[in-house]
């Protein structure tokens, strides 16, 4: 697919489908890219309010990690810069709506493609989310995005994954064959109506966890018309991020890769020791068979020691994600657990004693120091016991992405 042709579909079809007008009523968040998950897995839980955070946004779409990232970096006080770049006026124009309805300054719009950055870096954080696996190159794209890269810093992809797409790329060939040559409204208008007309036996119409043909014409475009598309398995994209000079310091969310998360039967799970966490997580894609999606955090080999924030210390701040810990602090008995939903199942996260006093001081401000002060002061308990408690607590909200630490 040439860069042209990829410029044509979004110009026709922006992508995803976004109202500027409904920036009044809420803030699309999500992976990667939200602020406190960067911090987390690429600057070891430190943001310096001092130092410019430089983000580009390499095929920026209609604007949800440029406005998310724009807007998390000016609530948060740091005067970084987002660069925005795509290709398509289209989405740039809907990207820009969508920052003016917010007044957001902070954000530089550029019309241009990933593969020619020159001049344009070095960047602290690099979101890329949704575009390598559209390149007729995803090799030459993320060695580009490399390229660009300050040192320290470190790179938020999301890549299309094949199980949990079981169905899609049967489809998309068999569109092609119907619909080449022609305009894009009667390519969407002709596949609207083979979605309607599929037999039984079809895998799309058996995959529950993929929706987009249901949708806006846009996103429908994008999942069944797109003549440039090519999943990764998690061992493909380690080996791409190798390619670039990269490494994979973590997946969003870890617990979707953990494969104590989907089988608890331990003799199982003994037949897996020994083999890396990159192994295991790829073990994880092939059984649970529905990601949809890989999300990755990329760094350079030599910046991964560090680089993910650890629950070790008193001067670690746990900072809670789309969680009330006062609220769920109430309901929760000691020794709870928390229901989250993974790839359409409800699983229950088990949650130590400690849980309920530690989420109901969890502001995103007090440390686990202080936090251990004011629970000691009527528990008696001591701060190595504390922090075994806040481990196991980490362990189970972080693994759903539901907290993450800040020094």
Not at 46 to 55: F, I
Not at 290 to 318: C, F, I, N, Q, W
Not at 372 to 399: E, M, P, R
Request: with cysteine.
């Amino acid at each position: 697919m040439s860069i042209d042709d990829l410029r044509a579909q979004y110009e026709a079809y922006p992508y995803p489908a976004r109202d500027p007008a409904d920036e009044k009523k809420r803030l699309v968040t999500g992976s990667p890219s939200h602020l406190d998950e960067v911090v987390h897995y690429v600057f070891g839980g430190r943001l310096d309010r001092d130092r410019p955070l430089r983000v580009l946004v390499a095929g920026g779409g209609t604007g949800d990690g440029t406005i998310m990232l724009a807007q998390q970096l000016a609530d948060s006080g740091n005067a970084g810069h987002v660069t925005y770049l795509d290709l398509s006026e289209a989405s740039q124009a809907v990207a820009r709506a969508r920052a003016e309805a917010r007044g957001l300054t902070n954000i530089d719009f550029r019309r241009g493609s990933l593969l020619e950055l020159e001049g344009l870096g070095p960047f602290d954080y690099i979101d890329c989310c949704g575009v390598l696996h559209h390149l007729d190159d995803p090799a030459a794209g993320l060695r580009s995005l490399a390229g660009a890269l300050a040192p320290g810093g470190g790179i938020g992809l999301m890549v299309y994954a094949p199980l949990g797409r079981t169905g899609v790329y049967p489809m998309q060939a068999a569109l092609r064959a119907m619909t080449e040559g022609l305009p894009p409204a009667e390519k969407v208008a002709l596949a609207r109506r083979l979605v309607q007309q599929l037999p039984p036996s079809n895998w799309l119409l058996a995959n529950p966890f993929v929706t987009d043909h249901r949708q806006a014409d846009a996103n429908l475009y994008d999942l069944l018309l797109h003549s440039s598309d090519r999943p990764y398995s998690v061992g493909e994209l380690a080996e791409l991020a190798e390619s670039a000079g990269l490494a994979i310091g973590a997946l969003i969310d870890p617990a979707r890769y953990d494969p104590a998360t989907w089988i608890k039967d331990p003799r199982l799970l003994k037949r897996l020791e020994g083999l890396s966490w990159l192994e295991r997580a790829a073990w994880a894609e092939r059984v649970t068979g529905g990601m949809t999606k890989h999300v990755a955090y990329l760094l350079r080999s030599a910046d991964l020691d560090g680089a993910v924030a650890r629950p070790d210390g008193p001067e670690v701040v746990p900072v809670l994600r789309d969680l009330d810990g006062p609220a769920l602090a109430k309901s929760l008995p000691p020794g709870g657990s928390l229901e989250v939903e993974l790839l359409g199942s409800l699983i229950p996260i088990p949650l130590p004693r400690l849980a309920g006093p530690i989420l109901a001081r969890a502001d995103g401000k007090a440390t686990l120091g202080e936090i251990h002060a004011a629970i000691a002061a009527t528990s008696g308990v001591n701060w190595d016991q504390f922090l075994t408690q806040f481990q196991q607590l980490f362990k189970a909200l972080g693994g759903v992405g539901k907290m993450h630490l800040r020094r």
